[in-house]
């Protein structure tokens, strides 16, 4: 499979988007590390792993909120990509919620291994109503502990 990191970032968004959850973690290696939004917020919550834990996530989702996804640029530098996107979700009985995200994205043979999501901590617990936390973590990177997250670093 030749498919670079921007295009599958692209392809996993729009299956995310369609609610195609056989696309989705169609996207994923199977090795796969994803550190959503909250846990790069500051928030205790783990990193999912493998493509159950991804399993997981979608039901996490699904259970939380209905939301898409828009991505406004994507840049890939080798088997990385940084796609700049907003998150626009609404947690089931509230209204309508946006935040700016960047996805540091790892593929390998076309499927995504290594998923990070950035954002300014303050800005994303405040989008989602959550606890603004202590203000020492405006800016939070945390990657799995493998050779490929120094690029991505």
Do not use: K
């Not at 696309?23 to 796969?32: G, K, M, N, V, Y």
């Not at 406004?72 to 088997?79: C, D, E, I, K, M």
């Not at 995504?112 to 617990?125: Q, V």
């Not at 989602?128 to 490929?148: K, S, T, Y």
């Amino acid at each position: 499979m030749s498919t670079d990191a921007g295009e599958a970032t692209l392809a996993m968004l729009a299956a995310f988007n369609a609610r195609d959850e056989a696309a989705f973690l169609a996207r994923f290696d199977e090795s796969i590390v994803f550190v959503p939004l909250l846990t790069s917020t500051g928030l205790d919550q783990p990193a999912y792993r493998g493509l159950e834990g991804m399993r997981r996530y979608w039901r996490d989702v699904a259970a939380w909120a209905d939301g898409r996804i828009h991505a406004a640029s994507v840049r890939n530098h080798g088997p990385f990509a940084i796609t700049r996107a907003t998150v626009v979700a609404t947690p089931h009985g509230e209204h309508e919620r946006s935040v700016a995200v960047t996805y540091v994205v790892h593929a390998r043979d076309g499927r995504i291994c290594e998923l990070t999501t950035l954002a300014d901590a303050g800005g994303a617990r405040s989008s989602f109503g959550l606890e603004p936390g202590d203000g020492q973590d405006a800016f939070a990177l945390r990657l799995p502990a493998v050779g490929h997250s120094v690029g991505a670093a």
